[in-house]
């Protein structure tokens, strides 16, 4: 057998084949774990707003392209949804509800329907016995009121109703917006509370004006008298994974949750996520009376990581409209001589905010009056002139009544609008409450962003529905001055709230290497008629490249 030397030209060729190899190995991408195709894909990115498929691993987007682009990333393993058309966008971020109370409410009894009052004593009584709940036995739940409807006057109940359902139980009742709470005779008893007992800082207790007796009425910080008097057991982790599922199902993948036992909340939010379980990006906000431990422990807003995140400290300026307790310059028109309930002395709320700011913690200010918020934006500026740092993005919570001159703090402050368009009812019932002047500086949306103000939208919840559907809907309809075209109602849904919890780098818009949150919708929100949108069901939500929800 005759070896015949190999040439140098296949030498250096087999050496550079050899080469292309190696490349081509390294330069492979390992398979997705999730792609979605066929997809009409708003990706709220201004720089590359649409594309028609997306691929994710390991939690974070990995390609967005064509749909035969993104084929190309799938492997054996790879979950592949074919969403025929259907529009993707980023997954919605709630930047206001109130996560474990929501639960409970699911939990708790319902009058809200009732459309006389036989028929709210009937559903409670009924509801006590269905429940099998024995005498003794605190009751909790929601109920509709004020209503003048109803209750005639100014619309307020008395414990008489209540009693009359309910002889045996303690019943507390709270109104949406969780302003007031109702109560019968034995819940007033068990809260200690008499005729003549002295009124409560930041807060009222209503008494009969002819027999000086309690009528069943706490208002603002005297609703404390009741939630520290009477028990509600409940189990947190129970109901945390009731409103998980609520508000997956609605294609929510972020909150900010506002302050119920956080801490223990949070526990329970770890020991979830540690179980794999959690499936809703959570930032955790904290009451005023736990600023001290959080500075003691070191803790900061943003601390956490990409499914807990530690959140702002919030604060009760006012009350609420339909409480008749929102903090105002001038009386209620329907209430002459009542211009609401302020919980802060003007100086302790600047000292709470620069506290706060000073050791690195955001502030969510509820304001909901004029002059709450106007107390709220000078609280901020206060405290950014003593700490020069103006990067904590402080927010004012609901934001609801405006003067003009306001409207334009929020941007030279750089302080979050974060706002709840489905509360504030119609404009004749604002026009009602407010006069109408006051009634057209609601929900200034459009005039803030005139003024360069970053949005977030929320629903309080369980205030008001959870669904984004619902809140878009008010956005782009109800308010012919302030109304806002649709994909600014989406962009202050994901990319707004995200940016309101330091988090709009990782989420909110849907771009190369931040995190797989998406929902896939029934209809295409950018294009059908504004009477269809209510109609929109949520088809698939996705967080982290994982379908946590599929209609």
Same mark, same amino acid.
């Given at each position: 057998?005759?070896?015949?030397?190999?040439?140098?030209?296949?030498?250096?060729?087999?050496?550079?084949?050899?080469?292309?190899?190696?490349?081509?190995?390294?330069? !492979?991408?390992?398979?997705?774990?999730?792609? =979605?195709?066929?997809?009409?894909?708003?990706?709220?990115?201004?720089?590359?707003?649409?594309?028609?498929?997306?691929?994710?691993?390991?939690?974070?987007?990995?390609?967005?392209?064509? /749909?035969?682009?993104?084929?190309?990333?799938?492997?054996?393993?790879?979950? =592949?949804?074919?969403?025929?058309?259907?529009?993707?966008?980023?997954?919605?971020? &709630?930047?206001?509800?109130?996560?474990?109370?929501?639960?409970?409410?699911?939990?708790?009894?319902?009058?809200?329907?009732?459309?006389?009052?036989?028929?709210?004593?009937?559903?409670?009584?009924?509801?006590?016995?269905?429940?099998?709940?024995?005498?003794?036995?605190?009751?909790?739940?929601?109920?509709?009121?004020?209503?003048?409807?109803?209750?005639?006057?100014?619309?307020?109940?008395?414990?008489?109703?209540?009693?009359?359902?309910?002889?045996?139980?303690?019943?507390? %009742?709270?109104?949406?917006?969780? #302003?007031?709470?109702?109560?019968? /005779?034995?819940?007033?008893?068990?809260?200690?509370?008499?005729? *003549?007992?002295?009124? %409560?800082?930041? *807060?009222?207790?209503?008494?009969?004006?002819?027999?000086?007796?309690?009528?069943?009425?706490?208002?603002?910080?005297?609703?404390? @008298?009741?939630?520290?008097?009477?028990?509600?057991?409940?189990?947190?982790?129970?109901?945390?994974?009731?409103?998980?599922?609520?508000?997956?199902?609605?294609?929510? !993948?972020?909150? !900010?949750?506002?302050?119920?036992?956080?801490?223990?909340?949070?526990?329970?939010?770890?020991?979830?996520?540690?179980?794999?379980?959690?499936?809703?990006?959570?930032?955790?906000?904290?009451?005023?009376?736990?600023?001290?431990?959080?500075?003691?422990?070191?803790?900061?807003?943003? &601390?956490?990581?990409?499914?807990?995140?530690?959140?702002?400290?919030?604060?009760?300026?006012?009350?609420?409209?339909?409480?008749?307790?929102?903090?105002?310059?001038?009386?209620?028109? &329907?209430?002459? *001589?009542?211009?609401? +309930?302020?919980?802060?002395?003007?100086?302790?709320?600047?000292? @709470?905010?620069?506290?706060?700011?000073?050791?690195?913690?955001?502030?969510?200010?509820?304001? +909901?009056?004029?002059?709450?918020?106007?107390?709220?934006?000078?609280?901020?500026?206060?405290?950014?002139?003593?700490?020069?740092?103006?990067?904590?993005?402080?927010?004012?919570?609901?934001?609801?009544?405006?003067?003009?001159?306001?409207?334009?703090?929020?941007?030279?402050?750089?302080?979050?609008?974060?706002?709840?368009?489905?509360?504030? *009812?119609?404009?004749?019932?604002?026009?009602?409450?407010?006069?109408?002047?006051?009634? #057209?500086?609601?929900?200034?949306?459009?005039?803030?962003?005139?003024?360069?103000?970053?949005?977030?939208?929320?629903?309080?919840?369980?205030?008001? /529905?959870?669904?984004?559907?619902? +809140?878009?809907?008010?956005?782009?309809?109800?308010?012919?001055?302030?109304?806002?075209?649709?994909?600014?109602?989406?962009?202050?849904?994901?990319?707004?709230?995200?940016?309101?919890?330091?988090?709009?780098?990782?989420?909110?818009?849907?771009?190369?290497?931040? %995190?797989?949150?998406?929902? +896939?919708?029934?209809?295409? @929100?950018?294009?059908?008629? !504004?009477? &269809?949108?209510?109609?929109?069901?949520?088809?698939?939500?996705?967080?982290?490249?994982?379908?946590?929800? #599929?209609?």
């Amino acid at each position: 057998m005759t070896n015949f030397p190999m040439s140098k030209y296949f030498i250096s060729n087999f050496i550079l084949l050899a080469l292309v190899a190696v490349i081509s190995s390294c330069s !492979t991408e390992p398979p997705a774990d999730l792609i =979605v195709t066929n997809a009409k894909i708003y990706t709220v990115d201004e720089a590359n707003p649409m594309v028609e498929a997306i691929a994710v691993r390991d939690g974070k987007i990995v390609g967005l392209g064509t /749909s035969s682009e993104i084929e190309k990333l799938k492997g054996d393993k790879t979950k =592949v949804i074919d969403a025929a058309g259907k529009l993707v966008l980023p997954g919605f971020v &709630d930047s206001h509800i109130h996560a474990f109370w929501g639960g409970q409410r699911l939990t708790e009894v319902d009058l809200n329907r009732s459309k006389t009052i036989e028929e709210l004593k009937n559903t409670l009584s009924n509801w006590i016995t269905e429940k099998q709940i024995s005498p003794g036995t605190p009751i909790w739940g929601v109920g509709p009121f004020p209503s003048p409807t109803l209750f005639g006057g100014e619309g307020w109940p008395t414990k008489e109703i209540l009693d009359e359902a309910a002889p045996e139980n303690p019943v507390v %009742l709270s109104r949406g917006g969780a #302003h007031a709470l109702w109560l019968n /005779s034995l819940a007033l008893k068990e809260s200690g509370i008499v005729k *003549g007992m002295p009124q %409560l800082e930041g *807060g009222e207790i209503v008494f009969d004006a002819k027999t000086g007796e309690p009528t069943g009425i706490l208002k603002e910080n005297a609703q404390d @008298l009741a939630t520290n008097s009477i028990s509600h057991p409940i189990d947190m982790e129970a109901i945390f994974k009731m409103t998980q599922q609520h508000a997956n199902s609605l294609g929510l !993948t972020s909150i !900010t949750t506002m302050p119920l036992t956080p801490q223990a909340g949070l526990s329970i939010l770890k020991k979830m996520n540690n179980e794999g379980t959690l499936t809703l990006r959570t930032n955790l906000g904290y009451a005023p009376t736990q600023l001290d431990s959080l500075i003691a422990a070191g803790a900061k807003t943003s &601390d956490g990581d990409d499914m807990i995140q530690t959140g702002p400290i919030k604060i009760f300026m006012d009350g609420s409209l339909g409480a008749l307790s929102a903090f105002m310059y001038e009386p209620f028109t &329907d209430n002459p *001589g009542n211009s609401g +309930i302020g919980r802060y002395e003007k100086e302790d709320l600047n000292a @709470l905010v620069e506290k706060a700011n000073a050791n690195n913690f955001q502030v969510a200010i509820h304001a +909901i009056g004029d002059k709450a918020v106007t107390w709220a934006l000078d609280a901020i500026e206060v405290a950014q002139k003593k700490s020069g740092n103006k990067s904590l993005r402080n927010r004012v919570e609901h934001n609801t009544v405006n003067i003009l001159s306001d409207t334009k703090r929020f941007g030279e402050l750089g302080v979050v609008a974060s706002m709840q368009p489905h509360i504030t *009812g119609n404009q004749e019932y604002r026009e009602k409450r407010l006069g109408t002047e006051r009634g #057209h500086q609601v929900d200034m949306w459009k005039t803030l962003l005139e003024n360069n103000a970053m949005l977030a939208w929320s629903t309080d919840w369980p205030v008001s /529905s959870l669904n984004p559907i619902d +809140i878009i809907y008010d956005i782009v309809t109800r308010y012919e001055e302030q109304r806002l075209p649709m994909k600014d109602a989406i962009k202050y849904y994901t990319y707004g709230s995200s940016y309101a919890s330091h988090s709009e780098k990782t989420k909110g818009t849907l771009e190369m290497g931040k %995190l797989g949150d998406m929902v +896939i919708l029934s209809q295409d @929100l950018l294009t059908i008629p !504004t009477e &269809d949108i209510k109609k929109t069901e949520v088809l698939y939500t996705i967080v982290g490249g994982k379908v946590v929800y #599929h209609k």
